[in-house]
């Protein structure tokens, strides 16, 4: 009767085990994303996932999301506002040279062209950022390029703008980030309740 139950716990253990990976490794539902992701297309399909990091928290509020223009003057937001308190660290999405830290149109901007993205090179925006680098530094995945500037925002509510564009044309910046980022949060093993230890 022992070997019976250790069995039977056997039995339950693989078929948890089974379950959890077949859950783990699945996609995604339709429809399941942060808030305001829109799916890849057009010129976005070919954005390289290098993003390790978000600019601003773990997985911080979309407050706008990315509104590509219909024209290169029409309305639209290229790119997507994260909700974020003044004094926020900003951290670069991923690892590149910093081509801009100043100031424009008054507000703190931060660009980093992102290094491995090809010619020309996927560029990284952020503001309103009080820059703590400057032109030419070399920056690391997640390291901090600022802090959320407390003016300068075009949101109702803090945030930062962060933009994405290779040359002259504006993408969706969430396409940098691979699928872990953006629709789950990492692994985690879960206890086994009720089945005894082998002996």
């Known amino acids: 009767m022992r070997k019976s139950a250790f069995t039977r716990a056997c039995t ?3 078929l948890l085990v ?3 990976l077949a859950a783990l490794l699945a996609p995604p539902p339709p429809g399941l994303s942060a808030a305001g992701a829109v799916p890849p297309t057009g010129e976005d399909a070919g954005t390289p996932a290098v993003g390790r990091a978000w600019p601003v928290g773990v997985r911080p509020r979309v407050l706008r999301g990315w509104e590509p223009p219909a024209t290169v003057y029409g309305r639209g937001h290229r790119g997507v506002d994260l909700a974020a308190p003044p004094g926020t660290p900003v951290r670069a999405v991923a690892a590149g040279r910093v081509s801009f830290a100043g100031r424009v149109a008054g507000k703190g901007v931060v660009s980093v062209e992102l290094t ?3 010619d ?3 560029r990284t925006t952020y503001e309103p950022v009080r820059a703590s680098v400057t032109e030419d530094d070399e920056v690391t995945a997640g390291e901090v390029i600022g802090t959320v500037a407390p ?5 109702t509510a803090p945030c930062v703008h962060w933009g994405l564009l290779r040359g002259d044309t504006y993408l969706n910046p969430l396409t940098l980030l691979p699928p872990r980022l953006l629709h789950r949060g990492p692994s985690r093993l879960l206890p086994v309740l009720g089945v005894p230890v082998p002996e």
């Open 12 to 14: 339950r253990l693989v």
């Open 18 to 20: 089974v379950l959890t």
């Open 116 to 118: 491995g993205t090809g």
């Open 120 to 122: 020309p090179p996927l």
């Open 151 to 155: 003016t300068g925002s075009h949101c």
